[in-house]
């Protein structure tokens, strides 16, 4: 990227001379006449001017050529450099959606492994509650804990692209 911008720089400062010295090559095309001066000296002046002006013409249509070959390579450069920078664009939003992902993949793992242990838990307190129903009933003529049914803990799955939380019943 770097490089391209260092030629497209390169090529605008050529621009830039050819220009300068089809302006020197113009002006010094103009031809210079005083008040004083003979009819012939007038004549041999702009007959000079002619014999010239077939060069000049060409040099000048030479400065003209190579100036709008280095404005067409300007172009080329910038239009890649453009894509250059959407790729890159791209080519960055990847590598964050990857760098998320891994974070998410970590937080993921995470809440699977507390679920694990939450319904471990759980099924503790289910096996504690069973013992102690009996009990409760005879003493306080309700039960000690209810709605172990619809008990269930958060899951992150994932099929390779989209992720899903499920709840599993403990």
């Given at each position: 990227m770097e490089q391209t911008q260092a030629?497209?720089?390169?090529?605008?400062?050529?621009?830039?001379?050819?220009?300068?010295?089809r302006a020197a090559l113009t002006i010094k095309n103009n031809v210079?006449?005083?008040e004083n001066d003979s009819p012939q000296a007038m004549v041999e002046a702009y007959r000079?001017?002619?014999?010239?002006?077939?060069?000049?013409?060409?040099?000048?249509?030479?400065?003209?050529?190579?100036?709008?070959?280095?404005?067409?390579?300007i172009k080329q450069k910038q239009g890649k450099l453009v894509r250059w920078q959407g790729e890159s664009k791209q080519l960055i939003q990847q590598q964050q959606l990857e760098e998320a992902k891994e974070v998410a993949q970590v937080h993921?793992?995470?809440i699977n492994q507390l679920a694990s242990?939450?319904?471990?838990?759980?099924?503790?307190?289910?096996?504690?509650?069973n013992q102690l129903s009996p009990m409760?009933?005879?003493?306080?003529?309700?039960?000690?804990?209810?709605?172990?049914?619809?008990?269930?803990?958060?899951?992150?799955r994932s099929d390779g692209e989209v992720?899903?939380?499920?709840?599993?019943?403990v």
């Open positions: 030629e497209i720089a390169a090529f605008n400062s050529q621009i830039q001379a050819l220009l300068e010295e210079i006449c005083g000079r001017q002619a014999r010239e002006n077939a060069q000049l013409s060409v040099e000048l249509q030479g400065i003209d050529a190579a100036i709008a070959a280095l404005e067409g390579q993921a793992e995470r242990e939450l319904a471990a838990e759980v099924r503790f307190l289910k096996a504690c509650a409760y009933w005879q003493i306080y003529y309700k039960p000690f804990i209810t709605g172990f049914k619809t008990i269930s803990v958060p899951y992150v992720w899903t939380i499920v709840n599993r019943i």
